[in-house]
């Protein structure tokens, strides 16, 4: 770690790490003076066309602007702004067609939250063309494509401050744009789910649909009056050049296809010819190079006047907070009613036994879906049915089919003979795949959705798993029957029942009436226990409140204190509901959001007595699991777990809760949950109450639903 970002000063020769982070605050002397503009719309997408303003009003008034939900704030008072909504309201490109007036707000006073949000999308952006230049310097080659550094700036609020976080990530970029890339193919179809850039700004998203020619649509997309650079873009195609429609943030843009440059994520190594070990360490980024990239992008923001030094557990002590503060320890208890630190399970479930058998009345007959003809797959059967006999699990194999071309249809068929066979659950054998995509299925995801639909329980095994995986897939498969390996050491005694909580809803905007959302809960004792998940179709917003008493019966919940754990925010009348359903059975509704994305890094640092005494420059090392950082009473960042590979930064989460339930019992529930996935060897940073909540949440707007609304076996 480098001085010019964290001042590092000596600390007690106790070796203790030090936590820092990417979070930085905003120099009170770099914010202007600012005004706010409220927006009046005729429909309820204020953020959709709040996002789109600051460009238009920067450039008819010049100044700075930034989208703060709910307002606009500048730097700059306009004394006769309706004249220009007016104008905007009659553009050709009908962006701002809802749009009803923008009005100054007498007295507003900005709030921390909206001074960071001006500091991160007013202020950071004229500093971009530096920023970028020093980032071009850790650029480099590989094949055909083209490693990028790229810089992440949000606005937070710490302790009722502004702050932004810089975080840096990795891109692999190709070296073509996507009209390019058309030469190179048969139909324009192959470049449909490419994930694209904009050439001329920071817009990342994704190919959904060819809109046609230029030529149809030049004028249509000269009238959205684009950036200067994107306007040549559109003026220098081909007539017969194409117009891409991308998906982004929930919104769609078209482009021209020359105006992007395709981005490779891992599920299109394949077809881009990329070799996937290579675009692996090519991009990954350890927290010693991270933090050297950061000490240059920092440099500029301390030398303009915006940045003050990074959020760090020396600065801030009182702010950061390890597993003594959270009165955590991570026990978990076995059979024979033991108790043992998780790092130590294995070893004591085979001592002890698992805490609670799946009641089965006969042998469970498992199917065998093999992709891996080459394997030595048979020896790991045999393990497989040896380890299950330990854990009280009689079964037996009763059909293989082999999968000899990977293919919807051939996954069909073998499925369907398998199941007609009468498999209670099919163990697929399938090659490790580099990555999932969302828009971009997998042989696992497409297994998954099939084994879903047909009604019975699926286990994968990766060829990576067949040599040494036989006792955490004992325990999966004894899990999904219905019992439980471990539950947790010490019941959580500020709750009794913890649910995870998700809606499904779609990414494209339809009429109420025509949403096809899904509620679901997964429902557990305070023990760690799992009871039963529960389904629930929404056919608009104004059902949640039927959703929310179906998925959380009275005869269930009532009188009861429950922590919910909602992955991501709370949305629309979710919490309303929740909390109006919890008072009229007198349950105590406690919500704590987990969020998963755009979450700034942490990063330990740890020096010997030796080491502090010769000046030695510190080294950044991975903080340990239950550190965070606490951003006020009511939000946190909270490492759950190491990373799988050494040299991967730390992805801790943001938990969000409110009163009563404290921020440290939030926490302490999503640790807690994390020691509970079957295999504890997963690494999992996400709680069993949410994990794969969001591959679920894309099966389920697919159509895809486990045959049952409830069950007391996990899906």
Same mark, same amino acid.
């Given at each position: 770690?480098h001085?010019?970002?964290?001042?590092?000063?000596?600390?007690?020769?106790?070796?203790? #790490?030090?936590?820092?982070?990417?979070?930085?605050?905003v120099?009170?002397?770099?914010?202007?003076?600012?005004?706010a503009?409220?927006?009046?719309?005729?429909?309820?997408e204020?953020?959709?066309?709040g996002?789109?303003?600051?460009?238009?009003l920067?450039?008819?008034?010049?100044?700075?602007?930034?989208?703060?939900?709910?307002? +606009?704030?500048?730097? *700059?008072?306009?004394e006769?702004?309706?004249?220009?909504?007016e104008t905007?309201?009659n553009?050709?490109?009908?962006?701002?067609?809802?749009? %009803?007036?923008?009005?100054?707000?007498?007295?507003?006073q900005?709030?921390?939250?909206?001074q960071?949000?001006?500091?991160?999308?007013?202020?950071? #952006?004229?500093?971009?063309?530096?920023?970028?230049?020093a980032?071009?310097?850790?650029? @480099?080659?590989?094949?055909?494509?083209?490693?990028?550094?790229?810089?992440?700036?949000?606005?937070?609020?710490?302790?009722g401050?502004p702050a %932004?976080?810089i975080?840096?990530?990795s891109?692999?970029?190709?070296?073509?744009?996507?009209?390019?890339?058309?030469?190179?193919?048969?139909s324009?179809?192959a470049?449909?789910?490419?994930?694209?850039?904009d050439?001329?700004?920071?817009?990342?998203?994704?190919?959904?649909?060819?809109?046609?020619?230029?030529?149809e649509?030049?004028?249509?997309?000269?009238?959205?009056?684009?950036?200067?650079?994107?306007?040549?873009?559109i003026?220098?195609?081909?007539d017969?050049?194409?117009v891409?429609?991308?998906y982004?943030?929930?919104?769609?843009?078209?482009y021209?296809?020359?105006a %992007?440059?395709?981005?490779?994520?891992?599920?299109?190594?394949?077809?881009?010819?990329?070799?996937?070990?290579? $675009?692996? =360490?090519?991009?990954?980024?350890?927290? =010693?190079?991270?933090?050297?990239?950061?000490?240059?992008?920092?440099? +500029?923001?301390?030398?303009?006047?915006?940045?003050?030094?990074a959020y760090?557990?020396?600065?801030?002590?009182?702010?950061?907070?390890?597993?003594?503060d959270?009165?955590?320890?991570?026990?978990?208890?076995?059979?024979?009613?033991?108790?043992c630190?998780?790092?130590?399970?294995?070893?004591?479930?085979?001592?002890y036994?698992?805490?609670?058998? $799946?009641?089965?009345?006969?042998p469970?007959?498992?199917?065998? %879906?093999n992709?891996?003809?080459?394997?030595?797959?048979?020896?790991?059967?045999?393990?497989l @049915?040896?380890?299950?006999?330990?854990?009280?699990?009689?079964?037996?194999?009763?059909?293989?089919?082999?999968?000899q071309?990977?293919?919807?249809?051939?996954?069909?068929?073998?499925?369907?003979y398998? @199941?007609?066979?009468?498999?209670?659950?099919?163990?697929?054998?399938?090659?490790?795949e580099?990555?999932?995509? $969302?828009?971009?299925?997998?042989?696992?995801?497409?297994f998954t959705?099939?084994?879903?639909?047909?009604?019975?329980?699926?286990?994968?095994?990766?060829?990576?798993?067949? *040599?040494?995986?036989?006792?955490?897939i004992a325990?999966s498969?004894?899990?999904?029957?219905?019992?439980?390996?471990?539950?947790?050491?010490?019941?959580?005694?500020?709750?009794?029942?913890?649910?995870?909580?998700?809606?499904?809803?779609?990414?494209?905007?339809?009429?109420?009436?025509?949403?096809?959302?899904?509620?679901?809960?997964?429902?557990?004792?305070?023990?760690?226990?799992?009871?039963?998940?529960?389904?629930?179709?929404?056919?608009?917003?104004e059902?949640i409140p039927?959703?929310?008493?179906?998925?959380?019966?009275?005869?269930?919940?009532?009188?009861?204190?429950?922590?919910?754990?909602?992955?991501?925010?709370?949305?629309?009348n979710?919490?309303?509901?929740?909390q109006?359903?919890?008072?009229?059975?007198?349950?105590?509704?406690?919500?704590?959001?987990?969020?998963?994305?755009?979450?700034?890094?942490?990063?330990g640092?740890e020096?010997? =007595?030796?080491?502090?005494?010769?000046d030695r420059?510190?080294?950044?090392?991975?903080?340990?699991?239950?550190?965070?950082?606490?951003?006020?009473?009511?939000?946190?960042?909270?490492?759950?777990?190491?990373?799988s590979?050494?040299?991967?930064?730390?992805?801790?989460? @943001?938990?969000r809760?409110e009163?009563?339930?404290?921020?440290?019992?939030?926490?302490?529930?999503?640790?807690?949950?994390?020691?509970?996935h079957a295999d504890?060897?997963?690494?999992s940073?996400?709680?069993?109450?949410?994990?794969?909540?969001?591959?679920?949440?894309?099966?389920?707007?697919?159509?895809?639903?486990?045959?049952?609304?409830?069950?007391?076996?996990?899906?």
């Amino acid at each position: 770690m480098h001085s010019i970002i964290y001042k590092w000063e000596r600390y007690s020769m106790q070796m203790k #790490p030090v936590v820092i982070s990417e979070l930085f605050p905003v120099q009170p002397q770099a914010i202007p003076e600012l005004l706010a503009y409220e927006l009046q719309t005729a429909d309820e997408e204020l953020a959709a066309i709040g996002g789109k303003l600051p460009y238009r009003l920067k450039k008819a008034f010049s100044g700075r602007w930034a989208w703060s939900t709910p307002y +606009i704030v500048t730097d *700059t008072p306009v004394e006769d702004i309706q004249a220009f909504v007016e104008t905007l309201r009659n553009d050709p490109s009908e962006a701002f067609a809802s749009l %009803l007036a923008l009005q100054p707000v007498p007295g507003w006073q900005p709030t921390p939250q909206a001074q960071a949000d001006f500091a991160a999308r007013a202020l950071w #952006p004229e500093l971009r063309d530096d920023v970028d230049a020093a980032l071009a310097r850790f650029a @480099h080659n590989l094949n055909r494509t083209l490693v990028t550094r790229e810089c992440e700036v949000r606005g937070w609020t710490i302790w009722g401050q502004p702050a %932004l976080s810089i975080s840096i990530r990795s891109r692999l970029q190709t070296i073509y744009d996507l009209q390019s890339y058309l030469k190179n193919v048969d139909s324009a179809d192959a470049i449909l789910h490419f994930m694209v850039a904009d050439r001329a700004s920071t817009m990342q998203g994704t190919v959904m649909d060819i809109v046609g020619p230029v030529a149809e649509h030049r004028e249509r997309l000269l009238a959205f009056k684009p950036k200067e650079r994107s306007k040549r873009f559109i003026e220098q195609a081909a007539d017969d050049e194409i117009v891409v429609r991308i998906y982004t943030h929930r919104r769609t843009y078209d482009y021209v296809a020359r105006a %992007l440059r395709i981005l490779a994520r891992p599920a299109d190594y394949e077809r881009l010819g990329i070799d996937p070990e290579q $675009a692996e =360490a090519a991009l990954r980024l350890t927290p =010693a190079g991270s933090s050297t990239m950061l000490e240059e992008v920092v440099r +500029i923001g301390r030398k303009r006047g915006l940045l003050g030094p990074a959020y760090s557990s020396q600065r801030h002590s009182a702010s950061f907070l390890d597993t003594a503060d959270l009165h955590f320890t991570p026990t978990v208890r076995v059979g024979q009613n033991h108790t043992c630190e998780v790092s130590a399970l294995q070893e004591q479930i085979q001592q002890y036994g698992v805490y609670k058998h $799946a009641s089965l009345k006969k042998p469970v007959a498992i199917g065998v %879906l093999n992709a891996l003809p080459d394997s030595p797959y048979r020896k790991f059967l045999e393990k497989l @049915h040896q380890t299950l006999r330990l854990y009280r699990v009689p079964a037996r194999y009763n059909g293989v089919a082999s999968l000899q071309t990977f293919s919807r249809k051939s996954l069909e068929e073998a499925l369907h003979y398998l @199941h007609e066979r009468g498999a209670d659950l099919i163990l697929a054998l399938l090659p490790d795949e580099p990555g999932r995509e $969302a828009e971009q299925w997998g042989l696992a995801d497409l297994f998954t959705a099939l084994t879903i639909a047909l009604g019975v329980s699926g286990q994968i095994v990766h060829q990576a798993t067949l *040599t040494h995986g036989e006792n955490a897939i004992a325990l999966s498969i004894l899990n999904k029957l219905g019992g439980t390996p471990h539950a947790l050491g010490t019941p959580l005694s500020y709750t009794d029942m913890v649910v995870g909580f998700d809606v499904a809803r779609p990414t494209s905007k339809q009429p109420d009436d025509e949403i096809p959302m899904t509620a679901i809960s997964r429902i557990f004792r305070n023990t760690g226990e799992f009871l039963r998940y529960e389904l629930c179709s929404i056919k608009g917003e104004e059902t949640i409140p039927d959703a929310i008493q179906a998925l959380f019966p009275a005869t269930l919940f009532q009188g009861k204190r429950v922590v919910i754990h909602r992955d991501g925010p709370f949305r629309g009348n979710e919490k309303q509901a929740l909390q109006a359903w919890g008072a009229h059975i007198q349950a105590q509704f406690l919500s704590v959001e987990i969020l998963r994305t755009g979450i700034p890094h942490l990063y330990g640092v740890e020096l010997s =007595a030796d080491e502090l005494s010769a000046d030695r420059q510190a080294q950044a090392i991975h903080p340990s699991a239950g550190c965070a950082l606490k951003l006020d009473e009511q939000q946190a960042l909270l490492v759950t777990a190491q990373p799988s590979a050494q040299e991967a930064p730390v992805e801790p989460l @943001h938990i969000r809760t409110e009163p009563p339930l404290s921020i440290e019992q939030a926490l302490h529930s999503v640790l807690s949950f994390t020691l509970l996935h079957a295999d504890v060897q997963t690494r999992s940073r996400f709680p069993v109450t949410i994990h794969y909540s969001d591959i679920f949440a894309s099966l389920l707007l697919r159509g895809i639903k486990p045959v049952q609304k409830q069950e007391a076996f996990p899906f």
